[in-house]
């Protein structure tokens, strides 16, 4: 299946123009105010421009942070196949089985963590979050439907346009 026939639901025939936008809010409350005008609103779409990549630090990592993150998380792993082994295992065996999964898999997690992190030898020693944002809103639709939808904005009132 090609790229076109992923995104039938992501386009429009010919679409045109009915404003851009710097807020996405804006973008919606103009869709909005259409679907209340009773607007076949199906053959609209918000497009975002102009992408950008915010990435927001949020600490410093050190190799302390790194053991403790790979230890946790190897906990959690760890006692949830060990729950899952101990459900079809036997009664007697719980304990023993489940506490094994959660020392394997701190041991486990941990070691891998901290080989990881030797590997970037300190070429990242942070921590992050990152998005990918549009700083434009364009609302399109298709263009058969385009000089109605504009008709129907230009009465949109002014306090609801900002």
């Known amino acids: 299946m090609g790229s076109a026939g992923r995104m039938t ?7 045109m123009s009915l404003g851009v936008f710097d807020q996405y809010q804006d973008a919606q409350r103009a869709v909005d105010y259409l679907s209340d005008q009773q607007f076949p609103v199906e053959n609209c779409m918000i497009v975002g421009t102009d992408l950008r990549q915010v990435e927001r630090v949020t600490g410093r990592l050190t190799m302390g942070r790194v053991a403790l993150g ?4 190897g906990i959690w792993l760890g006692l949830f196949v060990g729950l899952i082994f101990a459900l079809f295992g036997t009664v007697g065996d719980t304990l023993v089985t489940v506490l094994s999964c959660v020392a394997f898999g701190a041991v486990f997690a941990l070691i891998w963590a901290m080989l990881g992190y030797g590997m970037t030898r300190g070429k990242r020693d942070f921590t992050s ?23 129907l904005l230009a009465d949109l009132p002014a306090r609801e346009r900002n």
């Not at 639901?9 to 679409?15: D, I, K, M, V």
């Not at 790979?70 to 998380?73: I, P």
């Not at 990152?130 to 439907?145: C, D, G, N, W």
């Open 129 to 151: 979050v990152s998005q990918v944002v549009a700083t434009r809103y364009e609302v399109l639709t298709e263009h058969k439907f385009a000089q109605q939808a504009r008709d």
């Open 70 to 73: 790979g230890l946790v998380s």
């Open 9 to 15: 639901g992501l386009t429009l025939n010919y679409p």
